[in-house]
Structure formats: structure tokens, C-alpha cells
């Protein structure tokens, strides 16, 4: 990520996926602190290295603003899981 706070007056946070392992599905989804789903950036199958960019605005998958609060950014591949925490303040 590019910084792991998002604020209102600081426009979208940018997050870089890079994965070089086999060929497989990769997902970039967002959780609350709680761990429950918020928004699915990408859900796709690869057939070879991923190198992609996306961004969150902090808006859920109902296109609505999240609360303030801590968000986990959950990127995983086939071979690979990991979690960024983020920083939300409304």
C-alpha cells in the first residue's frame, strides 16, 4: 500500500499486487477489524506472474462509505496469503 491511512481529504489508497508463483487464482479483499467482508477488489485466475495495481476508496461493496476503524487488506495467491492493516478516519 501506499500509506496505510485513509482519510477523507487525502483521496484513495493505492495497493500493488505482486505475485510470481504458478498459474492460479489470486483475490485482493478487504475485511473490518471484526473479519467480516467489506469489498472484493479483484477475484481472477492467472497464468503466470501477477503485477497489478489497485485502489480503495473506502467505500464497501455497496459503493457506501466504511466507518473509522481499522480494515485489513487480505491479498492471496496460490501459494500465498498475507494481511496489511489499514487505517480509516472519517
Known amino acids: 500500500m501506499d500509506r496505510n491511512l485513509l482519510s477523507p481529504g487525502n483521496g484513495p489508497v493505492s495497493i500493488h499486487v505482486a505475485f510470481m508463483k504458478s498459474p492460479g487464482p489470486y483475490r485482493l479483499k478487504i475485511y473490518n477489524s471484526a473479519g467480516e467482508w467489506i469489498l472484493t477488489l479483484t477475484e481472477r485466475h492467472s497464468d503466470g506472474p501477477v503485477d ?11 459503493g457506501g462509505p466504511v466507518a473509522s476503524g481499522v480494515y485489513v487488506i487480505h491479498p492471496t495467491s496460490p501459494f500465498r496469503a498475507e494481511y496489511r492493516r489499514l487505517l480509516v478516519l472519517r
Not at 497489478?52 to 455497496?62: A, E, H, I, P
Request: aromatic share 18%; hydrophobic share 20%.
Open 52 to 62: 497489478d495495481g489497485f485502489t480503495w476508496d473506502g467505500k464497501n461493496c455497496r
